[in-house]
């Protein structure tokens, strides 16, 4: 049976508006009824990627196309991925691209192509994937369509992209409103001529028809019912249900032998059941328990695995314990090591940008990821499951050359900031040991500077940003290189309030305590021995009594009597409270609460700790 089918990759930088172009795409294409009820940015289905707008994991989905209008023409199927735009989630991206047979890239009419832009259309141009490019937002009022244009020709030159990619076919949208055009000025319409262009220019899978099947896993999934549930494109012949299949490895090896025993294909956010695929199809596969991401699912007469893209390496790790502090067990459901494990291999079963290693001691595991915002997600996911965790400071992984010498992970820095910022700015990331590599205006008072700065140096650099730009500053960081180690880097400069008592605080001790420097608990909170319970205004750890209440005697005096009043506690999400413990502390983790503490509780055992690590 003849049919017309496209698979494409939606890329772009975070928030440029992707996941609401395809939720118009489901509209426009007929997926949803004219009287059902959707919600906005319907792709992003996890709770975190509702709250952060962002997407976190890759989402394949599929349109049916008809061309209207007297001609009419094929339905074509349009298979389409929702790529994260985040680098820290580059992992799937990689994965995900070698499915497609092309790219809609799409660049925000002001912001322009951004550090995530270049990393995710590296990665499809190397491939050779032709692209589409989109500038979105055309009817923002500081949009600059025709330098953004510029723009993204110059960064393909960059990226080494061959003349046929270089043609590539423009078109001017808004996702929001539901129109594109190949006319800048347009702003009425739909998104016809963007179907249109994915028909002409996007090229049909080229799968092998009559060829033995094959099958490669690029993202895995888990069902309570079905089990392992492995989606890919099916690169030659077909499948139906209870075939016979084997997984290979990429060295040829059999990892496992089963039967399909469901086939599931995308039909607009459902995944439904069918009982074949054909080549060029992207589908997902259950019956196999060991088969994992980059496996070859094939005919068990299939000895040759398919290419599989490698990954790039995590760049960053972090220690997940066991809650050892003395509120422990509290207010999770889930505390032992046992269960931590458990859901960490299984976390790294399905997400091949994670590492995890468990210690010597058997309490707690070194888990290593792309970057702090990923091993954020995994850790604000794990405590909503009801897990306690204890969180050791970020570090990066360091690595030795060919001469022996070592060299640690560097970042690309994109930051946008009100010219009065720019030279806060500078001299922050200068102590940092950033270089700055380009500093040009980019309208509208604002300057674009790019800096290259090593990895360990940006670690708890974010909240302090915020401060110095007041909230107006937007930074953005992609991995760039391993380059030579850049020697001692200056960490946080204050010292932190640590509480010697256990109890609830008390408001009269907190008052007095504020002219020490800034609290981060409010009275009648439960704290213990060893608890961060603010910043010291100087440099030095200080031990203080938050418990101290007033002493009664039988005179009255005026004046002494007065209401206590607070100043409001700084309350620190989980990533800013990530990025400021020191080496020596810990971010406890749980339901309810996120508390830094002192990795070593007793004041007298981190005396002679520090003795020991001085000596």
């Known amino acids: 049976m003849s049919r017309s089918l496209r698979n494409i990759a939606i890329i772009a930088h975070v928030d440029h508006g992707k996941t609401t172009l395809v939720d118009q795409l489901f509209r426009q294409s007929g997926t949803f009824r004219d009287n059902q009820r959707i919600e906005e940015r319907a792709m992003d289905s996890n709770d975190l ?10 989402k394949c989905t599929s349109v049916e196309w008809e061309p209207k209008g007297p001609k009419g023409g094929e339905t074509t199927h349009i298979n389409i991925v929702d790529t994260p735009g985040h680098a820290d989630f580059g992992g799937e991206v990689e994965r995900i691209l070698s499915m497609v047979d092309g790219v809609i890239l799409l660049v925000d009419s002001s912001e322009g192509a951004m550090p995530q832009t270049k990393f995710v259309t590296g990665k499809a141009l190397a491939l050779g994937l032709r692209p589409i490019v989109v500038v979105n937002k055309i009817d923002r009022p ?18 080494d992209a061959s003349d046929e990619q270089l043609d590539f076919p423009v078109l001017y949208a808004s996702g929001r409103n539901g129109y594109a055009s190949e006319d800048m000025d347009a702003r009425a319409g ?13 090229p049909a899978p080229k799968a092998d028809p009559d060829g033995p099947f094959k099958f490669l896993v690029t993202l895995l999934d888990r069902d309570n019912f079905l089990g392992r549930i492995l989606t890919g494109l099916v690169a030659s012949g077909g499948i139906k249900v209870n075939d016979p299949i084997h997984a290979l490895d990429a060295g040829g090896k059999v990892v496992e032998t089963g039967r399909a025993s469901k086939l599931l294909a995308f039909r607009g956010l459902e995944r439904v059941p069918v009982e074949e695929a054909r080549a060029g199809d992207i589908v997902s596969i259950a019956g196999l328990t060991t088969a994992t991401v980059a496996n070859t699912i094939a005919h068990p007469s299939v000895t040759e695995p398919l290419h599989a893209q490698p990954i790039d390496p995590p760049t960053l790790s972090m220690r997940f314990a066991v809650n050892d502090s003395p509120m422990a067990g509290r207010e999770g459901t889930k505390v032992t090591s046992r269960m931590i494990r458990d859901r960490l291999e299984r976390e790294a079963e399905s997400n091949v940008a994670i590492r995890v290693t468990e210690s010597a001691d058997r309490d707690s595991f070194e888990v290593a990821g792309r970057g702090e915002l990923q091993l954020g ?12 965790l204890g969180i050791s400071r ?62 360990r140096g940006l670690i708890g650099y974010h909240g302090e940003f915020l401060s110095d730009t007041r909230g107006t500053g937007i930074m953005n960081r992609l991995f760039e290189k391993y380059g030579p180690h850049k020697g001692p880097i200056e960490g946080r400069i204050n010292g932190v309030l640590i509480s010697n008592a256990t109890g609830e605080a008390v408001g009269y001790a907190l008052n ?17 021995e060893g608890m961060v319970i603010g910043e010291n205004a100087k440099p030095d750890d200080l031990e203080v009594n938050p418990l101290k209440s007033k002493q009664l005697t039988n005179f009255r005096s005026t004046g002494k009597d007065d209401a206590i ?24 983790v749980t339901p309810r609460n996120i508390r830094i503490r002192k990795a070593i509780l007793d004041p007298h055992e981190r005396k002679k700790a520090r003795r020991r690590d001085g000596a």
Do not use: C, W
């Open 512 to 528: 007095s305590l504020e002219e020490r420097g800034v609290l981060f608990v409010s009275p009648q909170e439960k704290l213990y």
């Open 142 to 159: 500081d949009g600059r369509a025709q330098e953004v244009l510029d723009e993204v020709f110059d960064l393909f030159v960059s990226l």
């Open 49 to 58: 990627e509702k709250e952060r707008g962002i997407t976190i994991l890759a």
């Open 190 to 202: 739909d998104l016809t001529p963007l179907f249109e262009k994915i028909v002409s220019h996007v």
């Open 377 to 388: 997600v995994l850790i604000e996911t794990m405590r909503r499951e009801g897990f306690e």
């Open 565 to 588: 009043r607070l100043t409001p506690p700084r309350i620190m999400t989980l990533e800013q409270a990530i990025a400021y413990i020191d080496d020596d502390e810990m971010v406890e």
């Open 394 to 455: 970020p570090r990066v992984l360091y690595r030795e050359d060919e001469n022996g010498n070592r060299t640690e992970p560097y970042e690309t820095v994109v930051i946008d900031v009100d010219d009065e910022h720019s030279g806060t700015v500078v001299e922050k990331m200068a102590t940092r040991k950033a270089e700055m590599t380009d500093m040009r205006p980019s309208g509208g008072g604002k300057t674009r500077i790019t800096f290259s700065a090593p990895s």
